[in-house]
């Protein structure tokens, strides 16, 4: 079965450069998620879309941003890059409600190193 | 989201049940509970959810307490493969963000 694909799965980047990460949902599912787990520590949410809409938001810094276009793919732009933003960043997808189990699917992650 | 409270870990010999508990009682009625799993550095992985009733599923089993403030996750023959940070999460089944707490690093040792 088609699973959440992330691109890159690996990126270095200096300081205050930008990074962009590409998050493509499981085939119909209309919600994305992003998180990001810091070393030792657990995923904590940064952001989500429904239909295309931001539908929540949680400690997602203002120099970051995202995204989901038209095809249910999402991108999260990241600028100013800190040392701090050195994380692994996932990516989680679900089906429309009432379509199936109310859980989340995640990606394989990007991990992030900001040198 | 009711927060929820784990052991920080646990082993278990391979082959026999891993029992993992969660205690979440500030739980309210709309709010089930979940169990995902991460596995070193994978995504998080889902395994099982319910409201008041026990559920199992070809993954594990989950036992919830009649008044609901606790559960039990069950693997019930664990290989070295269930090696992983287990997670209970509390929330409504309508969508939304997870909430990782802690979780629980179970060991399955040969």
């Known amino acids: 079965a088609a699973g959440v694909i992330q691109s890159p799965r690996h990126l270095i980047k200096e300081k205050r450069e930008t990074a962009t990460l590409k998050c493509y949902p499981i085939?119909?599912?209309?919600?994305v998620y992003w998180y990001q787990q810091g070393p030792g520590q657990d995923p904590q949410f940064l952001i989500s879309?429904?239909?295309?809409?931001?539908?929540d938001k949680g400690s997602i810094p203002d120099r970051f941003s995202a995204q989901q276009f038209s095809d249910y793919h999402s991108e999260l732009n990241m600028s100013s890059l800190e040392l701090g933003d050195s994380a692994l960043y996932f990516c989680?997808?679900?089906?429309?409600?009432?379509?199936?189990?109310?859980?989340?699917?995640f990606g394989p992650g990007t991990r992030l190193l900001v040198l | 989201d009711a927060k929820t409270t784990q052991p920080p870990s646990m082993d278990c010999a391979e082959g026999r049940a891993a029992n993992l508990p969660c205690n979440h009682s500030?739980?309210?009625?709309?709010?089930?509970v979940y169990w995902y799993r991460q596995i070193h550095s994978q995504g998080p992985q889902y395994i099982i959810h319910?409201?008041?009733n026990n559920e199992t599923n070809e993954m594990a089993s989950l036992i919830i307490t009649e008044d609901r403030k606790s559960s039990t996750l069950i693997l019930p023959h664990a290989t070295l493969r269930d090696t992983a940070v287990y997670y209970c999460?509390?929330?409504?089944?309508?969508?939304?963000?997870?909430?990782f707490g802690q979780g629980t690093e179970l060991s399955v040792k040969p």
């Open positions: 085939p119909r599912h209309d919600t």
């Open positions: 879309f429904y239909e295309k809409m931001q539908s």
């Open positions: 999460i509390v929330r409504r089944n309508q969508g939304g963000k997870l909430i």
């Open positions: 500030t739980i309210s009625g709309n709010e089930y």
């Open positions: 319910g409201l008041k």
């Open positions: 989680a997808s679900s089906p429309p409600r009432g379509q199936g189990i109310e859980t989340q699917y």
